[in-house]
């Protein structure tokens, strides 16, 4: 079934339904119809979710009597089923739920998106189907699962408490689904700023919404100044105006004045590489061109001996280990909790202080390390005072932060432990037993370490142990704990 949109499309799911009965096959052929249209939706194209869909009213008795839970559960299914855009069924509560985990990722990787509402409206894009599968328990699979872990690790690890919102709607939630998050989230948090003109692409995928959502974010990490106007069917192709885009990423070839690259649904990292080399040639743009692991090893092959029982194949793969090592796994992306909250920079207060008293407290081994500037701890409290509480992460504990351009000279964090509860703007909704102040760099640097503290955060026993620390040493002891059962 190519198409839920077409005819036959509507006709085969109707024939597997009933097969026996014209009339029968002819009216679940106008409900679905009818469905289409009040949502006013188009289905993407997955195999897997055909199969599922099928197996799913397979099992639902009466469905050709049209009853009101089976026209829900339709509803859900096809919502689920959808690209999330243009649908009626984005009602208030999504769009709440969808600003809740915009809050959520904000404070716990403690981040700024560039474009707020950018990020929110493909964030309710996604939500909107993963809403009504999760609900009625059909999951998505996640091919790229992984691989997804490895690359964007420590953002994987804060995805229980950044989707708390949708968890409470729905319950659990298959680390498959929160992948596809990720990968949202990933593509803003992780990608490089550069000037120059902004090249309009499209990407057409003929496999659906999981695979083009991954393609698209795939190439926005790979090209970030490139503005990704739309992911589409290849037979939505050839509708769009020829002077909307620049480039075409397709998995199958397709016929354009364009410039077209065809790639893989789910691109190994040497076919990636390949097609960075040749976009970065064809339109000249700034970057770096990586070379490839053959040619390196002809470049320097006169000038080594390979002993056995190594080949040249194993050193062709060392290479490419090399050169594909991600920015996730770097060295300053690879910081931990313990490297930034040493002895030095964890203290205890009994003194009683004010919301602005206690940050700049809790800032001061920061900048006695030079690691920001004055201007900074004032950054921080007039964004609280702008903004409200958006440093309380709950349970007692916030974490004072403002942007790097303010005044961070080098990656840092601090902790102060307040006897006496500070109470935030003065409201005893926020009432503040710890302070972790955090001077990030960028967006990604510091997120290894804050995935170690929000596990602290989800686990009652070591949040206690943390919050009824008196001194220094314990403190770094429960942070060696809980990076040690990483």
Not at 230 to 251: C, G, M, Q, W
Not at 391 to 416: N, Q
Request: glycine share 4%.
């Amino acid at each position: 079934m190519q198409n839920l949109s077409e005819d036959a499309g509507f006709y085969t799911l109707s024939k597997v339904l009933n097969d026996k009965d014209p009339l029968t096959i002819f009216k679940n052929n106008q409900l679905l119809k009818k469905i289409m249209q009040e949502l006013q939706i188009e289905i993407v194209y997955s195999r897997y979710l055909s199969t599922l869909l099928f197996a799913s009213l397979l099992k639902c008795r009466g469905f050709e009597k049209g009853s009101e839970n089976i026209n829900e559960l339709l509803k859900s299914l096809i919502i689920g089923m959808s690209d999330g855009k243009n649908t009626i069924e984005q009602d208030n509560g999504l769009y709440r739920m969808a600003f809740n985990i915009m809050e959520n990722v904000m404070k716990l990787a403690a981040i700024e998106f560039d474009d707020f509402t950018k990020t929110f409206m493909a964030l309710l894009a996604h939500l909107t189907p993963a809403y009504y599968r999760l609900k009625n328990h059909f999951e998505l699979k996640n091919v790229l699962l992984e691989r997804i872990k490895k690359e964007y690790h420590s953002l994987f690890l804060l995805m229980d408490n950044v989707l708390q919102p949708l968890k409470e709607e729905v319950g659990e939630i298959s680390e498959s689904e929160k992948a596809y998050f990720v990968i949202l989230f990933g593509g803003e948090i992780y990608k490089n700023k550069y000037s120059g003109k902004s090249l309009k692409a499209i990407v057409l995928c003929v496999n659906g919404i999981s695979s083009s959502l991954i393609m698209q974010k795939r190439l926005e990490s790979l090209f970030p100044a490139m503005e990704f106007i739309l992911s589409a069917r290849v037979s939505h192709f050839e509708k769009l105006p020829i002077n909307s885009y620049d480039i075409i990423f397709s998995t199958v070839p397709v016929k354009s004045d364009k410039k077209v690259y065809l790639m893989s649904a789910f691109p190994e990292q040497r076919e990636e590489n390949k097609l960075y080399n040749q976009v970065l040639q064809d339109f000249q743009l700034p970057g770096f061109i990586k070379p490839c692991a053959q040619t390196i090893l002809d470049s320097i092959e006169p000038y080594i001996i390979i002993k056995k029982p190594a080949s040249k194949l194993d050193l062709i793969k060392i290479i490419e280990k090399k050169l594909n090592r991600t920015r996730k796994e770097g060295k300053l992306s690879g910081v931990m909790l313990t490297d930034l909250l040493t002895k030095e920079k964890i203290n205890f207060t009994n003194r009683e202080l004010t919301w602005q008293e206690a940050i700049e407290l809790a800032a001061q081994p920061l900048l006695d390390k030079h690691e920001i500037e004055e201007r900074y701890i004032k950054a921080i409290i007039d964004k609280v005072e702008a903004f409200g509480p958006y440093i309380d992460l709950g349970l007692g504990i916030a974490l004072p932060h403002a942007r790097p351009e303010e005044g961070v000279k080098k990656l840092g964090m601090s902790f102060l432990r307040c006897e006496h509860t500070v109470k935030l703007m003065n409201d005893d909704k926020h009432e503040i037993k710890l302070f972790i102040v955090l001077a990030a760099i960028d967006n990604e640097t510091h997120l290894r370490a804050l995935s170690t503290l929000t596990k602290i955060l989800s686990n009652k026993e070591r949040l206690g142990q943390l919050l009824a620390a008196t001194n220094a040493t314990e403190v770094e002891q429960i942070l060696l704990e809980e990076e040690g059962e990483k």
